[in-house]
């Protein structure tokens, strides 16, 4: 059976935007009215953005769902020209929105983020991937390899993510008894398939569309960037959940890694 994984996410995206509306765009809409202001909340994250340098360069965003990081990127640094990309054409409205009440002018293109057209290729001094992107993506080579197209030489990836050993576990709405139980092989190559929801803010379950998510290794991600001309300049991984998913392994002693921030450079 032929499943358009694509598809089927952008219609669960959908779904889900007016469900994230009703927890935050209202807020979201009175903070950026503030001038300068920025929901980026870890500094480690934006001493790295800082070292780049963005001043007047131009930044992309894959998966951008409402735009706010690639806003908060134009506030905090005056970068040039920023494009937000993503597949779900309600998120790209509230992106929209959010963009106005910021007084900005960051471009929001709705779109297959594996099939950006060729007149972004080599535009952009940073790509840039956030929280709960790649699981999305039914083929991350072809993602690497966009990334690569759209970077000018010399370049930069930078991607904050949740970390995939979290996908050998259950989330916090699933999980019963022992908060570390193992129950997904970290070499899984199916994809998991949940019709629960996407309310990670409000952690409501509701028989949503059928939505698809993909496991990819660590290995993947470094051996794929390596493939695509990327040189690894940066990577640390960090203790605490980004992802509103696994807010119990948080509180634990013992824990695992549970997300990461990479940087690369395009040769």
Not at 135 to 140: C, E, I, V
Not at 142 to 163: A, N, W
Request: proline share 4%; aromatic share 12%; hydrophobic share 40%.
């Amino acid at each position: 059976m032929n499943i358009d994984f694509t598809q089927a996410n952008r219609e669960a995206w959908n779904e889900t935007a007016p469900i994230h509306a009703v927890q935050n765009l209202q807020d979201l809409l009175e903070h950026f009215r503030v001038s300068g202001y920025s929901c980026l909340h870890k500094p480690f994250e934006v001493e790295r953005l800082q070292a780049l340098k963005l001043e007047g360069k131009a930044v992309a965003q894959l998966c951008c769902n409402n735009g706010r990081e690639l806003i908060s990127v134009k506030n905090l640094f005056n970068a040039g020209r920023c494009v937000g990309f993503d597949i779900s054409d309600r998120f790209i409205e509230q992106a929209k929105s959010l963009n106005a009440a910021a007084n900005q002018d960051v471009e929001f293109v709705r779109v297959n983020v594996l099939e950006i057209p060729e007149s972004f290729t080599a535009q952009f001094d940073l790509v840039y991937i956030t929280i709960g992107a790649l699981g999305w993506l039914p083929d991350l080579q072809v993602f690497l390899s966009t990334i690569s197209r759209l970077l000018k030489p010399g370049g930069h990836v930078l991607i904050y993510e949740m970390h995939p050993i979290l996908d050998m576990f259950e989330g916090d709405g699933d999980a019963k008894q022992n908060p570390l139980e193992l129950k997904h092989s970290y070499f899984r190559t199916a994809p998991y398939i949940e019709t629960g929801g996407l309310d990670y803010y409000g952690g409501k379950s509701y028989q949503s569309k059928t939505m698809y998510w993909f496991h990819y290794k660590i290995s993947d991600l470094i051996g794929g960037l390596i493939q695509n001309g990327l040189q690894i300049t940066a990577f640390d991984e960090f203790d605490f959940d980004i992802s509103n998913t696994f807010a119990r392994l948080e509180a634990l002693e013992i824990k695992p890694p549970m997300c990461y921030l990479l940087e690369a450079r395009k040769s």
